[in-house]
């Protein structure tokens, strides 16, 4: 299989490609971002590839897409990413329930939890998601060496 220049190595985040024939797709797409942000309400899954792909996805961002029947992922990521009242996006289980935020290393590092119980129930304010921001930026300090 071929690799399929016209959508490789691009940014198709919350961008639809369907309408666009499926010959367009042959190929392997190698490191492009299909990416689709769901907002409140939406259906996590978005369907935005034409009927009757066949192509390979290699190294691409396919988060919150449905991947057709006869295409193969053989590398990269899938997965189903809500953003939750903490302002986070979070991985969702098979059953769309949160289990880990997509930054986990650095909110461990910060002291915030990444314990799905411990989402508000409620939307935070934005200074208070601006502080948590604040804290995951923050470096580490630098130990001195002697």
């Known amino acids: 299989m071929s690799k399929n220049l016209k959508y490789s190595h691009k940014d198709f985040t919350d961008k639809s490609l369907l309408g666009l024939p499926a010959s367009d797709f042959d190929g392997e797409i190698v490191g492009s971002c ?19 792909i066949k192509t390979a996805f290699i190294r691409c961002n396919l988060d919150n897409v ?6 193969t992922i053989k590398s990269g990521c899938h997965r ?6 903490d302002r986070q996006d979070w991985i969702l289980d098979a059953v769309l329930k949160p289990f880990e935020p997509i930054d986990k290393k650095m909110r461990l590092r910060a002291g915030i939890s990444i314990d ?31």
């Open 34 to 52: 299909f990416f689709q942000q769901c907002k409140e309400g939406d259906s996590v899954w978005k369907k935005i590839f034409p009927d009757g």
């Open 80 to 85: 189903a990413i809500l953003m939750q009242n």
């Open 116 to 146: 799905p119980k411990d989402i508000p129930s409620t939307k935070i304010t934005q200074a208070q998601f601006e502080a948590q921001q604040k804290a995951i930026a923050t470096p580490l300090p630098v130990k001195e060496v002697l």
């Open 66 to 71: 449905i991947v057709p029947a006869g295409c």
